[in-house]
């Protein structure tokens, strides 16, 4: 009987322990799955809109380009910062998808 005694004082301390522990260690409160699913919701619709506005970029540079390759006198030194920005909005945008949408390996 004094086992069923020491396992209910046991289980008080150890939510006790572990909300001071949360405390200490700076979360605080102990987190709920909704306001987790929503914060995620709201991350991924910023991303999504911060792709659409590296999107429309992308296609705005392409269109810059080939006009500026349509020029006889176009710039060269313009034309290749131009496609430089043009890969790195490229790399920015395959890294948000990819926290849009993970590759999961299943």
Do not use: Y
Request: aromatic content about 0%.
């Amino acid at each position: 009987m004094s086992d069923n005694n020491d396992e209910d004082i046991q289980k008080p301390q150890d939510v006790t322990a572990q909300n001071i522990s949360a405390k200490h260690s700076g979360k605080g409160k102990a987190s709920c799955p909704a306001n987790d699913a929503e914060a995620e919701d709201k991350l991924k619709v910023a991303l999504k809109q911060k792709l659409e506005k590296l999107l429309s970029e992308h296609r705005d540079l392409d269109d810059v380009l080939e006009r500026l390759s349509s020029d006889a006198h176009f710039d060269q030194l313009q034309r290749q910062r131009l496609k430089k920005r043009k890969l790195s909005l490229k790399d920015e945008i395959i890294r948000l998808r990819g926290r849009i949408l993970p590759d999961i390996i299943a």
